[in-house]
């Protein structure tokens, strides 16, 4: 009898809006590493933390974003929650560990990019 993997991943390869695209999605116990890259390099690395928000007691999901390693700019916070914030929902609101390196960071670009991430499904 085979045991299952400790870790599971899956792996899509592109073409997103004309530039070739990688994208690795990782299920760990604790959050999901999704790796997405136009350059093959692992690039800006963002944490996304599913916290709750305290507004009037809802307990709605609230997704606070920092940047571990890269430029910490507003367009890298709005390209991750833009990306990963359905990863982190559909995982039971785990932390998302996500590492970008984009050529095209335009809105049809980014929902292009989210169809591939959701294709590399493990969570």
């Known amino acids: ?11 899509r390869a592109a073409v997103v809006r004309g530039v070739p695209t990688e994208v690795v999605c990782t299920a760990f116990s ?3 590493l999704v790796v997405a890259t136009q350059y093959g390099k692992m690039g800006t690395l963002v944490y996304l933390d599913p916290g709750r928000a305290g507004g009037g007691g809802l307990g709605r ?3 606070a974003t920092r940047v571990l ?12 929650k833009n990306l990963v914030a359905f990863v982190s929902q559909e995982a039971g609101n785990k ?26 499904q493990v969570w």
């Open 69 to 80: 390693l890269g430029q910490d700019e507003p367009l890298v916070h709005v390209c991750a």
């Open 95 to 120: 932390p998302v560990l996500l590492a970008m390196a984009l050529k095209d960071k335009t809105v049809e670009g980014i929902q292009a990019l989210r169809e591939v991430i959701r294709s590399c």
């Open 30 to 32: 604790n959050a999901v």
């Open 61 to 63: 999901p609230a997704l």
């Open 1 to 11: 009898m085979a045991a299952s993997p400790v870790v599971t991943s899956r792996q």
